[in-house]
Nanobody
C-alpha cells in the first residue's frame, strides 16, 4: 500500500507560479513512475507530467516549457513547479504513483485545487 499526500495548491493570478508537492508513504520502495494529473470541471482527468524513478520526464503539450516535474527519491516526494500559469490551468491536481510489484497498480492522492485568475 502507498499513501500520497499533496500540498501547495491555491489561488494565483495569471502569469504567476505555484509549486505542488506530493509525499509518498507506505510501501515506497515499490514505486516506479510518479506523476501529476489534473481534472477541470466537466472534463476528464488528464496527464500533466510523469517522471520515472531514473528521472526521465514527459509532459503534456499544453504545459511544456512552463511546468517542471522533479523527484527526490530520498524523500519519496515528487514536485511540480508551475510557472507562467494560465486560467486554463485551473483544475484539481492529483498526484499519481505506479507500482508493478503484482502487476500495475495506480495510487492517487486526494487532490489539490489550483485556481488561476485572469
Amino acid at each position: 500500500q502507498v499513501q500520497l499526500v499533496e500540498s501547495g495548491g491555491g489561488l494565483v493570478q495569471s502569469g504567476g507560479s505555484l509549486r505542488l508537492s506530493c509525499a509518498a508513504s507506505g510501501s515506497k520502495s515499490s514505486i516506479s513512475n510518479m506523476g501529476w494529473y489534473r481534472q477541470a470541471p466537466g472534463k476528464q482527468r488528464a496527464l500533466v507530467a510523469i517522471i520515472t524513478s531514473g528521472g526521465n520526464a514527459n509532459y503534456a503539450d499544453s504545459v511544456k516549457g512552463r511546468f517542471t516535474i522533479s523527484r527526490d527519491n530520498a524523500k519519496n516526494t515528487v514536485y511540480l513547479q508551475m510557472n507562467s500559469l494560465k486560467p486554463e490551468d485551473t483544475a484539481v491536481y492529483y498526484c499519481n504513483a505506479i507500482t508493478f510489484a503484482s502487476g500495475r497498480y495506480d495510487y492517487w492522492g486526494q487532490g489539490t485545487q489550483v485556481t488561476v485568475s485572469s
